[in-house]
């Protein structure tokens, strides 16, 4: 494992300095302004492409995801050079925060498609799935069924909810999808991991709960392959904060733009030029 590189140590400190800040200033605080939301929540800000991916959700998600940071943009930053790693690094980041919202609002979409029959506004369905439905750090149903009568009544379409019965339920669970953040560099982790494996094929790599050495280019398979299984059921090998079985597309997403960058600059012959 290689002496890590100037870029890469001031990203984990970047990383860092965020994880600590967070619990200064508060969990919600940080989350509402920092991660990255939906484009449909009130808390969305185009900033959040970026911030999110200095947000963690607990020490072993930040653990992870910067000891990856360190073990495989060490030698990718040795051999392209500041410019251009950081390029990579947030192109797959960006990359996999676009990937995440579009999966995102394709089963949002769904949701709302079994409550159609409400014949809701534009405005109205807004309004629902903003509902602040917390009490503490609990979500508290009562609360959003009760918000959420309010506003159907409001908009005059209360009596459609005895035709539609589970309508309440999907616009909950769309509530719940829309105000559930993103957060962590996974999604440019993933990249790092895909652009190691092209860059140095034959090195060989241990899992932590497989000692055995295997080579990048069967250990990146492998490893994608056990996050996107595990990502199923709302897990993430490198420390996923979803439980929803989404967010695991998202790190998904950011190996898909690593690869892809990696094969074009191959073809293109970008890979054997630093840019600074």
């Given amino acids: 494992m290689m002496q890590i590189t100037n870029t890469v140590k001031q990203l984990i400190?970047?990383?860092?300095l965020f994880f600590i800040g967070t619990y200064v200033?508060?969990?919600?605080?940080?989350?509402?302004?920092?991660?990255?939301?939906?484009?449909?929540?009130?808390?969305?800000?185009?900033?959040?492409?970026?911030?999110?991916?200095?947000?963690?959700?607990?020490?072993?998600?930040?653990?992870?995801n910067m000891l990856g940071l360190w073990m495989f943009g060490s030698p990718l930053e040795h051999f392209w050079g500041t410019k251009k790693f950081l390029f990579f690094y947030f192109s797959c980041g960006i990359g996999a925060a676009l990937l995440h919202l579009g999966i995102n609002h394709f089963e949002m979409q769904s949701l709302l498609d079994s409550a159609q029959g409400l014949n809701l506004s534009e405005t109205a369905i807004r309004k629902i799935i903003n509902i602040d439905s917390t009490n503490g750090d609990v979500i508290d149903t009562e609360k959003f069924k009760q918000a959420a009568l309010a506003i159907l009544q409001e908009s005059g379409k209360l009596q459609y909810l005895q035709q539609n019965p589970g309508a309440l339920q999907s616009l909950f669970d769309a509530s719940m999808l829309n105000q559930s953040p993103m957060l962590g560099a996974s999604g440019a982790l993933y990249g790092l991991i895909v652009a190691f494996a092209f860059m140095f094929p034959n090195a060989e790599l241990m899992m932590i709960f497989l000692p055995i050495p295997i080579k990048a280019k069967y250990f990146v398979?492998?490893?994608l392959l056990g996050d996107l299984l595990l990502g199923l059921k709302g897990q993430s090998i490198f420390g996923s904060q979803g439980d929803d079985g989404v967010a695991h597309f998202a790190h998904l997403g950011g190996a898909l733009i690593g690869f892809i960058m990696m094969w074009y600059w191959k073809k293109n012959q970008f890979n054997h030029n630093r840019w600074n």
């Fill in 13 to 16: 400190i970047i990383n860092v």
């Fill in 221 to 223: 398979p492998l490893l």
């Fill in 25 to 64: 200033v508060g969990t919600h605080v940080a989350y509402d302004i920092l991660a990255l939301h939906t484009p449909t929540s009130t808390d969305f800000q185009p900033w959040q492409f970026v911030t999110y991916m200095f947000m963690h959700g607990g020490i072993q998600h930040i653990l992870f």
